[in-house]
């Protein structure tokens, strides 16, 4: 079973400060796909319950004991195998595309993906309680890859409100060659002021398919933390808002490094990611909505 696994956008994310006695924000974002995609495959081994998982490129440094086990998809797989008491087993196979700490969601993607797979070939609803029960225990972006559209998502990011109409906008993407840890963009969060803005002006635009208006709404009031936690985010935003034919201005995407610009047209997406890839940035001019095969 193959199946290709989307990045995704914030087009708002808003954490809210951390409360007395929690050890997690709150938070309401609004999420869509992109059509910039990993691979994954996977083989059910009903035969054998051991779990192997391959990642090309790996993110994780060579050499390191356990890797296997460390990846998200992995664990993903484990905890499915305890969830339904499963003693089948499987080999997973990534095809990495989506660069890491870029705030894409691309493990979360993956991680995702196996559940989605497992789920088919175990007979069981993706949606199922306890399938949503594992991607929520995996990460805050899990849940929302198990659906297809937009959507709104409360709690830590992993409750579903509201599942929202799709849209294809041209965007480019770009990332320095650092990335952010999301630990300590949340602890530079913590240390400042970042009110968040309002959600129900992107959402509204949505529901009713107004995707100009909606992306004039996006917002991301973790991106000034993120920005004091890695300050080569800033060159970015910079050169980013002095392009011609923007949709809006640049959005970080979750807690960084890539940032995101929504475009009138393909050719203005290619022509900034060239631009931005002769920086020595890494750029990618793609789109919103589900990957093409």
């Known amino acids: 079973m193959q199946i290709l696994t989307p990045a995704k956008v914030n087009l708002n994310l808003s954490v809210a400060p951390l409360e007395a006695g929690n050890s997690f924000h709150k938070v309401e974002t609004v999420l869509c796909r992109l059509a910039l995609a990993d691979d994954v495959t996977l083989e059910c081994t009903p035969q054998d319950p051991s779990i192997t998982c391959v990642c090309d490129p790996d993110p994780l440094p060579k050499g390191v004991p356990g890797a296997s086990q460390a990846n998200i998809a992995w664990r993903a797989a484990k905890a499915m195998q305890d969830e339904f008491q499963e003693t089948c087993g499987c080999r997973i196979i990534i095809n990495k595309n989506i660069p890491s700490q870029a705030g894409l969601g691309g493990g979360s993607s993956d ?61 480019v993407l770009v990332k320095p060659p650092v990335g952010v840890s999301t630990k300590l963009a949340y602890e530079a969060f913590d240390a400042m002021d970042s009110p968040a803005s309002p959600l129900e002006p992107l959402i509204e635009a949505l529901r009713n398919q107004d995707i100009p208006k909606a992306l004039l709404n996006c917002a991301n009031n973790l991106a000034p933390a993120s920005m004091v936690v890695q300050p080569a985010l800033a060159e970015v935003e910079k050169f980013l808002a002095t392009q011609d034919h923007a949709l809006a201005r640049p959005l970080l995407c979750g807690s960084g490094s890539c940032w995101a610009l929504f475009t009138d047209s393909t050719q203005a997406a290619q022509r900034i990611a060239l631009i931005a890839y002769a920086y020595g940035w890494w750029s990618l001019a793609t789109h919103t909505g589900c990957p093409e095969a």
């Open 111 to 171: 991680a995702a993906a196996v559940l989605r797979l497992l789920a088919e070939s175990w007979g069981i609803q993706s949606h199922d309680p306890r399938v949503l029960s594992v991607a929520a225990s995996l990460g805050a972006d899990v849940p929302f890859f198990l659906y297809d559209s937009p959507a709104h998502m409360t709690g830590r990011g992993d409750v579903l409100q509201e599942l929202l109409p799709a849209f294809e906008t041209p965007v």
